[in-house]
């Protein structure tokens, strides 16, 4: 079997600075070339190169460098969206790239793909079923569609889909329901991690002995996120716990309101306004600069509303290396996310509970179908900071509970969430594919069950 994976054209695929769906389609791929042959299709502009990364992995890549209208198209956007909210998400808008997605396609066309998954970018789906009209084409969401998108637009991309899934049932539920049209072949994927760069458990005896406790966060620093929600909770921490050090991980800039909030969600958009309303513009314009971390006006926001006995105790590290990261998860002692969006499957907290750390998040999308409750985490209620730092102090103070929720969390990551299972079933449902097996029912893959420690 010969399958091909479609970046959208904003991601980061390889290390070392890559972003949360290159993470997981390079955490897929590496897994499925076990069993077929992969390419991984990405714009050029984002990777200098793969080469390394081709030979350790057996995956084939393919890289395109964006033309000079694509980039004009984007910017044109990106002026737009500085003067204007859209009415349309830049992730499923017409104009991202549109010639990327064509030389895609005409690039699959002679690689005769048995199987083509689209990684979330389903504005290529009707270009590409055109140019391949025998490969099943799997659409993969990783976030929710909001309102504001036309679902005229959608519905009629989805009839060259022959399979949607999604990372969470969360997501799931939510598009049959939008696009009932499509239930019987929206079914659930969860992502997972690559176990290999997590090979051992945290060291809980360092924990104890470490005077100054390390509450990491790692994901973008934009509003949605609520890390505004997280500094105003460190800050209650910190005052009852002085020996205490935030860091703060991921890419600083506002990822637009449209791709992450309701525009109908009229009192979560007055909540939110204040941080767009200066110079608004999307973290994902600069795309060509991962690791060169551009100051944004919410990081001005969330660096001038800290108190300054507390703003000591904080690091802002931006974007930093992959193996940098996996070396922040072990020399933390508790895990913090707090979005206040609907999160679409939120791969940190799974890293994190790999890692052994115990994972204080919201109530959010999918990360109810990831961290369990009193098991391997301890979940609150989104924007209020009371809750979130009465957990996180809690587990500051507790050492036994720190430990036994951080054990629980990696196993259950081992049974459930790592990409060798992953991998397993998405190859038995391209085989069920490319041999006419579409279920009758939607079929998840069953791995949301209650976890017994």
Same mark, same amino acid.
């Given at each position: 079997m010969k399958i091909a994976f479609v970046s959208q054209p904003i991601d980061t695929?390889? !290390? !070392?600075?890559?972003?949360?769906?290159?993470?997981?389609?390079?955490?897929?791929?590496?897994?499925?070339?076990?069993?077929?042959?992969?390419?991984?299709?990405?714009?050029?502009?984002n990777h200098r190169s793969a080469t390394a990364h081709q030979a350790e992995s057996g995956v084939n890549f393919r890289f395109f460098p964006s033309t000079l209208r694509d980039r004009m198209l984007f910017d044109a956007q990106n002026k737009y969206a500085s003067l204007f909210h859209r009415t349309t998400p830049i992730s499923t808008s017409s104009w991202l790239f549109p010639d990327y997605g064509r030389q895609v396609a005409v690039d699959l066309q002679h690689e005769g793909c048995d199987v083509i998954?689209?990684?979330?970018?389903?504005?290529?789906? !009707?270009?590409?079923?055109?140019?391949?009209?025998?490969?099943?084409?799997v659409l993969h969401l990783h976030a929710e569609w909001f309102s504001q998108i036309d679902p005229a637009v959608i519905a009629a991309r989805l009839q060259a889909v022959d399979l949607l899934t999604t990372v969470g049932d969360y997501v799931t539920e939510k598009t049959r329901r939008t696009f009932p049209s499509i239930a019987r072949r929206c079914e659930t994927t969860y992502n997972g991690v690559d176990i290999q760069e997590f090979p051992r458990d945290a060291d809980y005896l360092a924990g104890r002995k470490r005077k100054v406790k390390r509450i990491l966060y790692c994901g973008a620093v934009s509003p949605h996120k609520g890390v505004h929600v997280l500094f105003e909770a460190f800050a209650l921490v910190a005052r009852q716990y002085p020996d205490v050090q935030l860091d703060v991980v991921g890419p600083l800039g506002n990822y637009p309101m449209e791709e992450t909030f309701d525009l109908q969600d009229i009192e979560t958009i007055k909540m939110v306004a204040p941080f767009y309303e200066t110079h608004s513009r999307a973290l994902i314009g600069p795309i060509f600069h991962y690791g060169r971390s551009r100051k944004s006006?919410?990081?001005?926001?969330?660096?001038?509303?800290?108190?300054?006995?507390?703003?000591g105790k904080v690091s802002i590290l931006g974007m930093i290396p992959r193996q940098e990261v996996l070396d922040r998860y072990y020399s933390s002692d508790v895990f913090a996310f707090p979005p206040i969006w609907n999160e679409g499957f939120g791969l940190p907290p799974v890293e994190a509970m790999a890692a052994g750390l115990p994972v204080v998040a919201t109530r959010s999308g999918t990360i109810e179908e990831t961290v369990v409750e009193g098991q391997t985490g301890i979940l609150v209620e989104k924007n209020h900071a009371g809750e979130l730092a009465r957990a996180l102090l809690l587990l500051v103070k507790d050492d036994a509970r720190r430990e036994a929720l951080g054990r629980a969390g990696r196993r259950r990551v081992l049974k459930l969430f790592t990409w060798s299972r992953v991998a397993?079933?998405?190859?038995?449902?391209?085989?069920?594919?490319?041999?006419?097996?579409?279920?009758?029912?939607?079929?998840?893959?069953?791995i949301n069950q209650k976890f017994n420690s």
């Open positions: 695929v390889v !290390p !070392p600075y890559q972003n949360s769906v290159g993470t997981c389609t390079l955490g897929a791929a590496r897994k499925l070339a076990r069993y077929a042959d992969i390419l991984v299709y990405g714009l050029k502009d998954h689209l990684q979330h970018c389903s504005q290529y789906a !009707p270009i590409i079923r055109t140019l391949n009209p025998k490969a099943k084409i006006e919410y990081l001005t926001y969330l660096e001038t509303t800290l108190p300054l006995d507390v703003a397993a079933g998405m190859i038995a449902r391209y085989e069920q594919l490319c041999a006419g097996e579409i279920s009758q029912r939607p079929r998840a893959v069953a």
